[in-house]
């Protein structure tokens, strides 16, 4: 407030819906109160920007895309990497035929810390990687098995592997630890032709396109190991990304098709 002495600040929610003048909010609230919050913003016909997870129940969730139609209100969750550049050259990729036919995808998402004391480090920081899987594979999984391991609060997993069976023979796997004494955000798509590997957490975030691959002779396995391609893209901040894209659907009275509700939902 003292910084931005000309814009409007409220103690609670119901101050800003009822006298303020805006026409969408976004949630940047602990997990377990964005049902709440955002159903309240919804009913008051204001459309809303919510940080993942959009809930942390499944019902909780349907009732809220229920409710942003009944209202003709904008909802979004806040899947941020769905909107990093690297991430749509990845989908650019794979739809061109470049890799081949996508046959894996693997995620890590380890860091040292936030621990939660509400959520496990699944619902904290999966739902990254489940979004951009679904969209990498334009599909839902036919089965998934997760595994967790919880050290420092009973019952809150610290460390989870989840293994997820997509349609077409796409196989998938996250990796995920707040208990992890390094910082890696790691993602590699693997095709019949090539693969690409993504480092968000490397310096200058870097993609790349590996020339590797396997051929059968008489039946035996032969590598092709070839050169690795460093690929460049047009470096944007996806929160910006997000949240210009957020306004702009708002501005031009459009539904969005990137990260609206019941992308939330599948997620």
């Given at each position: 407030k003292n910084k931005y002495p000309n814009v409007s600040t409220y103690l609670n929610l119901e101050d800003a819906i009822e006298t303020g003048s805006f026409e969408a909010f976004t949630v940047a609230t602990p997990a377990e109160t964005h049902f709440e919050i955002s159903k309240r913003i919804i009913e008051s016909k204001k459309h809303v920007l919510v940080e993942k997870p959009l809930t942390l129940d499944i019902e909780e969730a349907k009732l809220l895309v229920e409710i942003a139609e009944k209202n003709s209100v904008n909802l979004m969750v806040g899947h941020l990497l769905l909107?990093?550049?690297?991430?749509k050259k990845i989908k650019e990729f794979i739809n061109n035929g470049r890799i081949g036919k996508l046959q894996y995808i693997y995620s890590n998402r380890l860091n040292l810390?936030?621990?939660?004391?509400?959520?496990?480090?699944?619902?904290?920081?999966?739902?990254?990687?489940?979004?951009?899987?679904?969209?990498?594979t334009d599909s839902f999984p036919v089965s998934l098995n997760a595994y967790g391991s919880s050290f420092l609060q009973e019952g809150i997993y610290d460390s989870t592997i989840t293994q997820l069976k997509y349609p077409d023979g796409i196989d998938?796997?996250?990796?995920?630890?707040?208990?992890?004494?390094?910082?890696?955000?790691?993602?590699?798509v693997i095709g019949s032709n090539s693969m690409i590997s993504f480092e968000d957490s490397s310096k200058g975030s870097l993609l790349k396109m590996h020339t590797k691959k396997f051929t059968f002779d008489n039946g035996i396995p032969e590598k092709i190991d070839g050169p690795v391609e460093l690929i460049d893209y047009v470096e944007k901040m996806p929160l910006t990304e997000e949240l210009s894209y957020f306004i702009q659907c708002i501005r031009d009275n459009k539904k969005p098709k990137i990260a609206n509700g019941y992308h939330a939902l599948e997620v």
């Open positions: 909107f990093h550049p690297a991430i810390g936030q621990v939660r004391t509400e959520e496990n480090v699944f619902w904290s920081f999966a739902p990254h990687d489940i979004s951009i899987f679904q969209y990498l998938g796997h996250i990796f995920v630890s707040w208990l992890h004494p390094f910082k890696e955000h790691r993602l590699v």
